[in-house]
């Protein structure tokens, strides 16, 4: 290994000889270039005097108006951002009439509405026997009632209806003209049959006009009891607001809204001659478009994106910018005249006219001066470049040694010393600093990333032990009763740990099973569901199933955070097997009987933690041999497809339920993954079965 005085001196050697090398390189690089530039430029002034002139001439309007074309269709312009922001505007207003129809729907569904009123709305009755002592019309008092009041507040919607499966219809308002065909069946009407084969909030476009000004939709949504469908809720808006608003665009562009199918299902009044949009819109589609650019149009919008093209028709350009309206599934188009921006190009011309002759006159005056400052700098250039390169390369020596040097204390781990910065190398001082300031943070933040990785480590080992630790460690064997329960575990402070069961035998042998869920993330969420299922066990040997959930929610209400908790809590009589449960908030468990009937244990209670008082409403029923009780999380039928996971698991428990509570349990598992995917992290079931009495 060589000695490192040695090295330096040898690179002191190699510097030595640069300093010679620097002097007859500066010198060529001096004259070289100069006497190559005096003979180039010379001709290159005057040549390019005259295609400068030429070229800028030769700008007009049309090659303007091209190039601002292109940069439109690229870029964000004001037409496409007007585009965005009306779409959106129809879109928020149709989503209020859909948020409307849900709530309504979800209030039938849940069957929270009063029933004792007097009836309003307008009714009509085409299977069930209106002669009998109970007038079935009577149970839908208060959704007549709920209806009247959301129409009363929105103008807009023109009638609304409740039409069930049994048979009844109500509308309002309840106008005494309308007069029913003797065989008159609503669920007839395609909004109905529509919505019930979709399972979800449908839109349908009603009676067009042959302006479109009078176009109303259909908005209807199903309402489900347990898993079957119990009627449809549904409301006629009128869009005459929006029509108005496409109005007020007409006078700057043609504005019009096109469906999925690419009918144009609205647009303002237009005159016959106003070629090409006459014709396109009056036929009202624009898949079916003769039109070549219309087809292509229609290609870009059925992404459901929003964007912007140029298209022409009949010899002329449009720019074009549409945007989806999400939730009827239309898209806005307005088509804007090119001219409209192409505006500036033709501002300019004249300017750029103006620039090419002072262009041409300056040139020239550039060439004569140039030939004696050529001469004039090639004399000072030699001169000073000699003087210079000497001076230069004596400091380099200087300013070399000094960076190696550095080099080598870095080389030995030496990491806290700066690198001089006087260096007459600047670049390369400040790399060599800056490869020194990396080395030394990144060895920091090496140190700082293991001890972060070991502290993440530990919390979320404690926070997988905590999940665990807030559930039962085993379940009390009852007589006459089977029980099981599984929980998928998460690996964080998080699902796992916000979910939580038990089931309990108090002193006096009844059996009390809850389950529940907090809605929250973190150390904070674990804590309330410690603390929730703690208040639970130490109130249920002293408070019937109300009391126990009312002095909870009391508690809780004083610090949750903003976090509520949904809870099923049940406490039942071993001997007479009654049953009393209050559901707050949380999913409706199922109860499968012996003979394969179903029904869901809702309760309609609020869920724990929101106010400071609630009054749970407790249900009594009494168990019977055979009879299936199956509670979970939303986790565990929450797999993209909703309704359609929790209606296979009532099924598996259905055909199942001759086995016993552990292989009803593996048995829902199996369906699951057999469905494709695992239950969520932090999912649970809780199952308890009714067996023959010893």
Not at 198 to 226: F, H, K, M
């Amino acid at each position: 290994m060589r000695d490192p005085l040695d090295q330096r001196e040898q690179v002191m050697a190699d510097l030595g000889g640069l300093r010679t090398k620097l002097v007859v390189l500066a010198v060529l690089a001096s004259l070289l270039p100069l006497c190559i530039a005096s003979f180039v430029t010379l001709q290159e002034l005057n040549r390019s005097a005259a295609e400068v002139s030429d070229f800028l001439y030769q700008l007009n309007s049309t090659t303007m108006n091209h190039s601002a074309l292109s940069f439109a269709t690229s870029n964000d312009t004001d037409q496409e951002q007007l585009a965005l922001a009306k779409a959106a505007q129809y879109d928020a207003f149709f989503q209020s009439k859909e948020w409307q129809n849900r709530m309504l729907a979800e209030a039938v569904s849940s069957g929270r509405l009063e029933r004792n009123c007097s009836m309003t709305a307008g009714t009509y009755t085409w299977k069930v026997n209106t002669t009998s002592a109970t007038d079935p019309l009577s149970a839908l008092c208060g959704p007549a009632g709920a209806m009247q009041r959301i129409m009363d507040m929105d103008k807009t919607i023109g009638r609304g209806y409740l039409v069930t499966e049994a048979g009844q219809m109500i509308y309002w308002p309840a106008d005494t003209k309308i007069s029913w065909p003797s065989n008159y069946d609503p669920t007839k009407e395609s909004w109905y049959d529509e919505a019930r084969r979709a399972g979800q909030t449908i839109w349908l476009d009603q009676g067009l006009t042959s302006t479109r000004e009078g176009l109303n939709v259909v908005c209807a949504t199903p309402v489900y009891r347990g898993i079957y469908l119990f009627g449809v809720v549904a409301s006629e808006s009128s869009v005459s607001s929006i029509y108005a608003d496409l109005s007020g665009l007409r006078g700057r562009a043609y504005p019009f809204v096109v469906d999925k199918e690419g009918s144009i299902v609205m647009f303002p009044k237009i005159r016959r001659g106003d070629a090409p949009w006459d014709d396109l819109l009056i036929s009202g589609s624009l898949r079916s478009s003769a039109l070549t650019g219309m087809k292509e149009l229609y290609q870009d919008i059925k992404g459901r994106l929003p964007g912007a093209k140029v298209v022409s028709l009949g010899g002329k350009d449009w720019y074009i910018a549409h945007a989806p309206i999400k939730t009827v599934g239309w898209t806005l188009v307005i088509a804007f005249p090119a001219e409209e921006m192409l505006l500036p190009a033709s501002f300019i011309e004249s300017g750029v006219r103006q620039a090419a002759r002072q262009a041409t006159s300056g040139l020239d005056q550039s060439a004569d001066r140039l030939k004696v400052t050529l001469i004039l700098l090639t004399l000072v250039f030699v001169t000073s470049f000699a003087g210079l390169a000497y001076l230069l390369s004596a400091r380099i020596e200087s300013s070399a040694a000094s960076l190696s040097g550095s080099a080598r204390r870095m080389a030995h781990g030496e990491l806290g010393a700066r690198v001089d910065q006087g260096s007459q190398l600047p670049d390369l001082a400040r790399s060599m600093e800056e490869m020194r300031e990396g080395l030394r943070s990144h060895l920091d933040r090496s140190c700082s990333e293991a001890m972060e990785t070991g502290r993440q480590s530990r919390d979320r080992e404690l926070s997988i032990q905590l999940g665990r630790d807030i559930q039962p460690s085993r379940l009390p064997v009852v007589d006459n009763y089977q029980t099981a329960a599984r929980l998928v575990e998460g690996g964080d402070i998080g699902p796992a740990a916000r979910s939580f069961y038990d089931l309990m035998e108090t002193e006096d042998g009844r059996l009390v099973l809850s389950i529940g869920q907090v809605s929250g993330e973190g150390a904070l969420a674990l804590a309330l569901a410690a603390t929730t299922r703690a208040l639970l066990r130490a109130l249920s040997p002293v408070c019937a199933p109300a009391e126990v959930l009312r002095q909870t929610n009391l508690r809780l209400s004083e610090g949750a955070a903003g976090m509520p908790v949904s809870c099923f809590y049940a406490m039942i009589d071993p001997e007479s097997r009654d049953m009393e449960y209050v559901n707050c908030g949380h999913l409706p468990p199922f109860l499968v009987g012996p003979d394969g009937s179903v029904d869901t244990l809702s309760g309609g209670g609020m869920a724990l933690g929101l106010i400071d008082r609630i009054d749970p409403q407790p249900v009594v029923l009494r168990l019977q041999e055979g009879d299936v009780l199956v509670a979970y999380t939303d986790g565990l039928i929450d797999g993209g497809r909703g309704r359609p996971d929790l209606e296979k698991l009532i099924e598996v428990i259905r055909e199942k339920r001759h086995l016993s509570a552990a292989e009803l349990i593996d048995a829902a598992d199996r369906e699951i993954v057999k469905r494709g995917r695992q239950p969520a992290q932090g999912s649970i079931i809780l199952i308890l079965k009714a067996t023959e009495k010893s």
